[in-house]
């Protein structure tokens, strides 16, 4: 698809989310079916006076390799992607499937063989964001597969994709700049406190009766992270690294329902329950695609601890959609990535998988609300902040 909003969406990338300067070394990384916007970010970053260049994505070849490679072969990684990631000032990155779920069927063993070669680069990616020499932003480009999955017609997705990335306003980078104000304001709020604890009463979701949620996290130690734009676009949490018992904390503990279908690799686990003691999952079950799920898990050591916890805060964004870029976003959840955690966060955990899935608070698809507390003092309740100038207020 070419539109003409995608040259508003490159001009916001290039000029709010990185900043992008003279002489900064950029890779556009994609699939060619994102070509019309691989064009833009182009144009953008030239007039910024920066250096692009497009290292594109396939399904097609990464399917190749996994139906037919060895072990070592699909585990590899890849040194010329390693020195890219050593040498970028600035990866400007966006998803294009065109088919989703194109892995689906493929061994969940294989499938989390692809996800430790990427390891190294994803280790190195976080190390150098952490230490601030590395700027970077993920977007989406429309396509049929993604507003399928979203039950949307293709016109309809790219309403979606760009109202959530606030392009229909006359000054998205305006707009992002006062969404980020009002998230400090949480991330102020939040930073020094101790102990989040995440509550939701049983009852009947849209994949059967679940016992709730009661997850009680450790954050002593954590960095509260304010995601306005800058390195997802759209954007609209406030993230932070649980600390863990290996960094002095008491991590994480109780269970946790997740509302929403677990979706990874296009794959989708429903009605996920896990139990958490020390930080680290104890129990996982499934009502659909449990095996997978504990491949996922047991895919290495760091994979079953839990890498970040997070608060949605873009209001904007209210239905899922089975793309996390977006999903991750509502208005009214919150999520936790099992795996690797961001050290900028205060997470020192290291996996091959980083896992978001979703729970829901607000009082829809069965659930009765939900309340959060911060060293048990309320501050959310059924989706909403409860103090004022805080996002959705």
């Not at 060895?70 to 050593?86: H, K, S, Y």
């Not at 994949?207 to 997802?232: E, M, P, Q, R, Y």
């Not at 993230?239 to 863990?244: E, I, K, N, R, V």
């Not at 911060?374 to 100038?389: I, P, S, T």
């Amino acid at each position: 698809m070419h539109d003409p909003r995608l040259a508003k969406l490159a001009d916001v990338l290039v000029r709010y989310s990185t900043q992008i300067k003279k002489g900064d070394l950029v890779a556009i990384i994609g699939d060619p079916t994102g070509m019309p916007l691989v064009g833009e970010l182009y144009r953008a970053v030239v007039a910024a006076g920066g250096n692009p260049f497009f290292w594109p994505r396939s399904e097609d070849l990464q399917e190749l390799l996994v139906a037919g490679g060895t072990d070592e072969q699909i585990a590899f990684a890849n040194p010329v992607l390693q020195d890219l990631i050593n040498r970028v000032d600035v990866t400007l990155s966006f998803w294009a499937e065109g088919n989703t779920k194109f892995l689906s069927r493929y061994d969940s063993r294989k499938v989390a063989l692809l996800q430790q070669g990427r390891k190294p680069y994803m280790q190195t990616f976080m190390r150098r964001e952490k230490e601030g020499t590395l700027r970077w932003c993920g977007t989406q480009f429309p396509t049929q597969a993604s507003a399928q999955d979203a039950e949307m017609s293709l016109s309809q997705y790219a309403d979606f994709v760009f109202r959530a990335g606030l392009l229909h306003l006359p000054d998205p980078v305006a707009a992002w700049q006062q969404i980020a104000e009002k998230q400090e304001r949480v991330c102020d709020y939040l930073r020094g406190k101790k102990i989040l604890r995440f509550v939701v009463p049983p009852h009947k979701g849209p994949f059967g009766d679940n016992d709730g949620t009661d997850l009680t996290v450790d954050v002593s130690k954590a960095t509260w992270i304010n995601c306005c734009g800058h390195s997802n676009f759209p954007d609209g949490e406030v993230f932070a690294g649980p600390t863990l018992p290996s960094d002095g904390g008491l991590g994480v503990q109780g269970h946790v329902n997740y509302t929403f279908p677990a979706v990874y690799m296009g794959r989708e686990v429903h009605g996920v329950r896990l139990q958490f003691n020390a930080g680290r999952v104890t129990d996982a079950r499934a009502s659909k695609g449990q095996d997978f799920l504990h491949q996922m898990l047991d895919q290495d050591e760091g994979a079953r601890n839990l890498g970040e916890i997070a608060i949605g805060t873009n209001y904007g964004i209210e239905d899922f959609s089975r793309n996390i870029l977006f999903d991750e976003k509502i208005g009214g959840t919150f999520h936790a990535a099992v795996g690797a955690g961001y050290p900028k966060s205060g997470s020192n955990n290291v996996s091959g998988l980083h896992w978001d899935m979703i729970c829901e608070m607000r009082q829809r698809l069965g659930c009765p609300g939900g309340e959060i507390y911060a060293d048990g003092e309320l501050f959310h309740k059924n989706g909403r902040f409860l103090k004022a100038g805080l996002p959705g207020n």
